[in-house]
């Protein structure tokens, strides 16, 4: 689980676009999904695992809360904060939602 580490690194808000709004035509299961997140400020994407904390099945259109945990950890050590916003991607340029981080769990990570 969170790409074999014991704790997500951070929660966030996600909002997820309509099917009409170019977002996904089927929803989402809690288990396994993993979407590119993209940092507007930052030039890499990078995998991400979502875990929805309220919801077993995401449709589109839908706003969750979700403990996330991103593959490249090491390229974002020191660059995230409370209040970021990201995109939520399938592909590199197909926007399916977007997100904003409310609490971050892996220090490392976190702007000092």
């Known amino acids: 689980m969170y790409f074999g580490r014991q704790h997500p690194d951070f929660i966030a808000t996600l ?3 309509k ?5 996904r035509k089927k929803p989402i299961s809690k288990v396994g999904y993993r979407p590119l997140v993209k940092f ?6 990078t995998t991400s695992e979502q875990l929805f904390l309220d919801k077993e099945v995401v449709f589109p259109g839908d706003t969750v809360e ?3 945990t991103i593959l490249y950890i090491e390229y974002f050590q020191n660059k995230l904060f409370v209040g970021q916003t990201f995109e939520i991607r399938e592909g590199q340029t197909h926007v399916i939602g977007t997100g904003q981080i409310k609490k971050i769990i892996n220090k490392n990570l976190e702007i000092k």
């Open 15 to 17: 909002k997820y676009l």
């Open 19 to 23: 099917s009409e709004q170019g977002g």
């Open 40 to 45: 507007p400020e930052y030039i890499i994407s």
């Open 66 to 68: 979700a403990e996330m």
